[in-house]
Nanobody, 124 residues
Framework: QVQLVESGGGSVQAGGSLRLSCAAF????????MGWFRQAPGKEREGVAV???????SYADSVKGRFTISQDNAKNTLYLQMNSLKPEDTAMYYC??????????????????WGQGTQVTVSS
């Protein structure tokens, strides 16, 4: 039974930083891919950043150079460091995971395990 628990969301002014964490339970990091997704009100869920078991990362164009995904295998924890935050980054952020080697990076439908989400609000 895979369980993903996010934390670290909050409210920040534009230009500020936040770090999200995702603790994984019942999940083996030898599996293929974990990542962060977000969903703003009235919009579809979108991929933000993913990292696979080899440490290869992919980022959405909108966050490249500002966000960094990382993982601590010893702690079974995934992180998302978010810098230079913009109001358009406001959304519910979800941690997700997949065992499938065929999963397409940043495609929400290809990820089968999801956390409950943590809210990020960026004010101008």
């Amino acid at each position: 039974q895979v369980q993903l628990v996010e934390s670290g969301g909050g409210s920040v002014q534009a230009g500020g930083s936040l770090r999200l964490s995702c603790a994984a339970f019942g999940y083996t990091y030898s599996s293929y891919c974990m990542g962060w997704f977000r969903q703003a009100p009235g919009k579809e869920r979108e991929g933000v950043a993913v990292i696979d078991s080899d440490g290869i990362t992919s980022y959405a164009d909108s966050v490249k150079g500002r966000f960094t995904i990382s993982q601590d295998n010893a702690k079974n924890t995934l992180y998302l460091q978010m810098n230079s935050l913009k109001p358009e980054d406001t959304a519910m952020y979800y941690c997700a995971a997949t065992y499938s080697i065929f999963a397409r990076p940043l495609v929400p439908a290809d990820f089968g395990y999801w956390g409950q989400g943590t809210q990020v609000t960026v004010s101008s």
